[in-house]
């Protein structure tokens, strides 16, 4: 009986561990992150189901992924510090990621994005800034490159083509007009950084 009973408590254990990874990965160091479920795992990449989410965006069109980037996180961050119609302060949430739309000669829309954080996203306040907008992603599927160390223009070309040589060797059909950077950590954060690439299920 006492053995059935250990044996019933670590499996429960273990699930309990399972959701606390699921819901909230020790990357996000206990900020809110989107909410996902990893359906398969392989070495080269995580395939996550994503739940619908809300964010805070602005588009910027640049020849360089890191000047977009610094652009849009000094918009936002003044949108969480108040610059919404409530005049409230917004706590920051995490990642900070990028939507990158390759255009012609060279350069790229950079959709830099803010994740609102769950206390509101049904009632998330509206940027003073008109250059800032509100987006709702939809459940989606999405594959997904990890990696530490500070992003960059480089780094962020070199993980995306990694991992589109793995979605094309797995046979994996994704969204090709676009991809999606994503940072975890602050600037003075310099050991266990975590960073990823998306490419959206098509």
Known sequence: MKMKFLVVLAALITLSLAASIRDEPSFCHGLDCPKYTVTRKIDDYEERQYEPSK???TTITSDSY??????????LFDYIE???KDGIKIPMASPVAVKI?????????YTVLFFVPFAYQSNTSIPTDPT??????PALTAYVGQFGGYMSDKVEQEETTKLKNAMTKYGV???QQYS???GYDPPFRVIGRHNEVWLIGA
Do not use: D
């Open 55 to 57: 964010w805070v965006g």
């Open 66 to 75: 890191s000047q977009a980037t610094e652009e849009g996180f000094k918009k």
């Open 82 to 84: 108040g610059a919404n």
């Open 101 to 109: 739309v390759p255009l012609p000669q060279g350069q790229s829309n």
């Open 132 to 137: 800032l907008s509100i987006a709702s992603l």
């Open 173 to 175: 059909q994704f969204v």
């Open 180 to 182: 999606f950077a994503a």
